[in-house]
Every structure is written in C-alpha cells, then in structure tokens.
C-alpha cells in the first residue's frame, strides 16, 4: 500500500490550504480515512476520518476549520483547512482509520507570518 500526500506548503495565520492524499495498492472504497498530523517534537495525532459511506468525524481542535472528503473514483481523501493557526503547522499524513504500516513521507504545513 503506498500513501502520497501532497498540498502542503506556507500560509499565513487565517489562511486555507488543500491536502490530498492518493493511495494505491488498497481497495479504496471499503474502507474508512484519516488524516494526522505531526508536529516537531510531537507525537503523531489523529485529526479527521471519514468512513467509506462519507460519515466524517474531527478531533475538537480542528473541528469547524477542517472538511475531510473522499473521491473513491481516484483513490483520493482530501482535507481542506481553513482558518489556520500557528499550532496547525505539522507534517499531514494520511491512512486508513485502522493505519498500516508503511506511512508516506507526509506533506509539511507551516502556518507562519
């Protein structure tokens, strides 16, 4: 299975930004998806899922900012961030709910002015 997050980049504090992540080897519309992030120092925490019938959950300090999405015809789970603060920056990775091993490299979001 091979996770390829991309979108990341610099924003300003109040800003949006776009994530997907394109996953392979995975039968992709069974399963449930998440998004974590990992900022430096810190553990890896869980941010958003959405499940494969489109439920969607977010950790609460993300919630009303971010909307994960899915288009099961690519392969493809989204996160689209807005409102952006500084404790957003972290490198966002993608996986199923249940996560496998093999994480991608992540894609780096830094929130600074």
């Known amino acids: 299975v091979q996770f390829v997050e991309s979108g990341g980049g610099l924003v300003q504090p109040g800003g949006s930004r776009r994530l997907s992540c394109t996953v392979s080897?995975?039968?992709?519309?069974?399963?449930?998806m998440g998004w974590y992030r990992q900022a430096p120092g810190k553990q890896r925490d869980w941010v958003a899922t959405?499940?494969?019938?489109?439920?969607?959950e977010y950790a609460h300090f993300v919630r009303g900012r971010f909307t994960i999405s899915r288009d099961d015809d690519v392969n493809t789970v989204h996160l689209q961030m807005d409102s952006l603060d500084f404790g957003d920056t972290a490198v966002y990775f993608c996986?199923?709910?249940?996560?496998?091993?093999?994480w991608g490299q992540g894609t780096q979001v830094t929130v600074s002015s």
């Open positions: 080897g995975l039968l992709f519309r069974i399963n449930d």
């Open positions: 959405i499940t494969d019938s489109g439920l969607t």
């Open positions: 996986n199923r709910v249940e996560p496998l091993p093999g």
